[in-house]
């Protein structure tokens, strides 16, 4: 079963740093869209940024426009969020998720998911 793994979540204050990883096992992802979502208890999940297979990137968050980059290294199998200038509001589960190519418009269409990492934005 193809499966990715989230990691990197953590507690930190509000203006800090921190950097998630998207690790898939039992798959190559060097043809796949990656994307990150997040979820705020009783919330709906949100889009948040996207790279395609070829390295194009597609935010979905104008809220972290400026602050959160989006990358991928596929001799790693990963890719990674950098999140910087953290807000409270950043505080959520963090998930990636995988499509074949492209990103979607609206980040719909992922075929699999992560389990999620939490990030707690806090001081």
């Known amino acids: 079963q193809l499966q990715l793994v989230e990691s990197g979540g953590g507690l930190v204050q509000p203006g800090g740093s921190l950097r998630l990883s998207c690790v898939a096992s039992r798959f190559t992802l060097s043809s796949y869209a990656i994307g990150w979502f997040r979820q705020v208890p009783g919330k709906e999940r949100e889009g948040v940024i996207c790279?395609?297979?070829?390295?194009?990137?597609?935010n979905y968050a104008d809220s972290v426009k400026g602050r959160f980059t989006i990358s991928r290294d596929n001799a790693k199998n990963t890719v990674y969020l950098q999140m910087n200038s953290l807000k409270p509001e950043d505080t959520g589960i963090y998930y990636c998720?995988?499509?074949?190519?492209?990103?979607?418009?609206?980040?719909?269409?992922?075929?699999?998911w992560g389990k999620g990492t939490l990030v707690t934005v806090s001081s």
């Open positions: 790279i395609s297979f070829g390295g194009a990137t597609r």
């Open positions: 998720a995988a499509k074949r190519f492209d990103c979607s418009d609206n980040g719909g269409g992922m075929t699999y």
